[in-house]
């Protein structure tokens, strides 16, 4: 049977990354710092300074 839950993706809008300036979406490596996300990828992350 096919679970009928919906996913935390759906009902987490996409945020913006503050170096390339893409949006990006919610994964469940970020479920506890979603709010202090910034960055889109490591790259992003380490070129915040550039």
């Known amino acids: 049977m096919p679970k009928t839950s919906h996913s935390k993706k759906a009902t987490v809008p ?4 503050i170096v390339c300036g893409r949006p990006f979406s919610w994964r ?3 479920e506890k710092v979603w709010n ?3 960055y889109c990828s490591e790259k992003c992350k380490a070129n915040k300074n550039k």
Do not use: L, S
């Open 14 to 17: 996409p945020k913006i990354c």
């Open 28 to 30: 469940k490596k970020w």
């Open 36 to 38: 202090e996300v910034k």
